[in-house]
């Protein structure tokens, strides 16, 4: 695996969401969205969700290098 890059199974579609930074319940306050679909994770720290699909994703619109 190269470093930096996630494994499968800790992707989250919310990294390529344009609703990331608190524009979504779960952005803003924690609180799962209503009709994903979502795998809960658990690491030494916190838990999360690995969101597969959301009924509020925007694909994120990313500048490119000119």
Partial sequence: MERG???KE???LCWECARAYG???WSKDFIPVAG???TPTQNK???SY???SCPLFIKEKRRTKA
Avoid: E
Wanted: aromatic fraction near 12%; proline fraction near 6%; charged fraction near 30%.
């Fill in 50 to 52: 690995n969101v597969h």
């Fill in 45 to 47: 720290r916190t838990s």
């Fill in 23 to 25: 524009l979504c319940s």
């Fill in 5 to 7: 890059k996630p494994k």
């Fill in 36 to 38: 994903w679909d979502a």
């Fill in 10 to 12: 800790d992707y989250t």
